[in-house]
T-cell receptor
């Protein structure tokens, strides 16, 4: 199984809502990532988890709160988002060793009204 | 961070070879060169990577200049399914995972 799954596929939320994005992989990878991709732009790294611990936070606003409850699951909790946070949110996983490829999920398309 | 420079777009005919260039003049000795592509409405997918030597796999070939300041991704026979944005990325080895810093990428269009 070389698949990274993300749910939901689409999400529309208001600025006062609280929602969560979910990402799952069963490849035994111990590094997991969240990226944000605006339309017609490349993906930008948000967070890196290694062995279920947050290792990199790329100065992401606190309205985005990541969580890695176990080695297969990665969540991104959203609260008080702004319309400019509307984007495709991509999850990826890899072995921890630096040269390994990352496997990406299909993303969650988020719209903030 | 070392950066990469790629043409914004390229066009190819179906079943012809495609050479996608990438400049990375500030590459350091430990940076791996990775290529990913992103098909429409999908997440990026790994294509190939290398450090110093040329590399081949079932998807593509990677030719790395001797001074490592540039590289070329070669698709031997382009198909319509290869139409995507191709990203050349310098992979920074970290002890705690690794970072992919995507540049602008090259949008490849394949004509039938």
């Amino acid at each position: 199984d070389t698949e990274v799954t993300q749910t939901p596929k689409h999400l529309v939320m208001g600025m006062t809502n609280k929602k969560s994005l979910k990402c799952e992989q069963h490849m035994g990878h111990r590094a997991m990532y969240w990226y944000k991709q605006k339309a017609k732009k490349p993906p930008e790294l948000m967070f890196v988890y290694s062995y279920e611990k947050l290792s990199i936070n790329e100065s992401v606003p606190s309205r985005f709160s990541p969580e890695c409850p176990n080695s297969s699951l990665l969540n991104l909790h959203l609260h008080a988002l702004q319309p400019e946070d509307s984007a495709l949110y991509l999850c990826a996983s890899s072995q921890v060793r630096a040269y390994n490829e990352q496997f990406f999920g299909p993303g969650t398309r988020l719209t903030v009204l | 961070d070392a950066k990469t420079t790629q043409p914004n777009s390229m066009e190819s005919n179906e079943e012809e070879p495609v050479h996608l260039p990438c400049n990375h003049s500030t590459i350091s000795g430990t940076d791996y060169i990775h290529w990913y592509r992103q098909l429409p409405s999908q997440g990026p997918e790994y294509v190939i990577h290398g450090l110093t030597s040329n590399v081949n796999n079932r998807m593509a070939s990677l030719a790395i200049a001797e001074d490592r300041k540039s590289s070329t991704l070669i698709l031997h026979r382009a198909t319509l399914r290869d139409a995507a944005v191709y990203y050349c990325i310098l992979r920074v080895p970290l002890h705690a995972g690794n970072m992919l810093t995507f540049g602008g990428g090259t949008r490849l269009m394949v004509k039938p």
